[in-house]
């Protein structure tokens, strides 16, 4: 890779899919995607799936806030980021919509 370029991806397939993501916490990317940082809600969302951690087999469950309401959001992930929240499914029995709440929830309060 030419020097300068380490902080860009390889190229990679983005898949777009319909997925409910809690409304304060697309509220929260949308600040950050318009007033601080330099990167779409999409590629927020990418990153968050991308820093998101299980360890030690250990999964956090946070109970969704009373009156929360979930929108359903066309997104769009890198297929690596897809696949890594696949895996997490199969292995933890936890929803792909959940599993993005979590990792968007995880970066946030880590940040």
């Known amino acids: 890779m030419q020097a300068g370029f380490y902080r860009f991806y390889p190229k990679e397939k983005w898949i777009n899919k319909n997925v409910e993501i809690e409304e304060t916490l697309y509220s929260k990317l949308k600040d950050l995607s318009e007033n ?21 087999n250990t999964v956090i469950y946070y109970k969704k806030p009373e009156n929360e309401i979930s929108i359903s959001r066309s ?3 890198r297929e690596s980021m897809w696949n890594k929240l696949e895996k ?11 599993l993005i709440n979590m990792s968007i929830k995880y970066t946030l309060s880590n940040n």
């Open 88 to 98: 997490f499914k199969n292995e933890y029995d936890i929803s792909i919509y959940k």
């Open 75 to 77: 997104i769009r992930l």
């Open 36 to 56: 601080e940082l330099d990167a779409s809600i999409n590629k927020l969302i990418d990153a968050c799936v991308e820093n998101f951690k299980i360890e030690n």
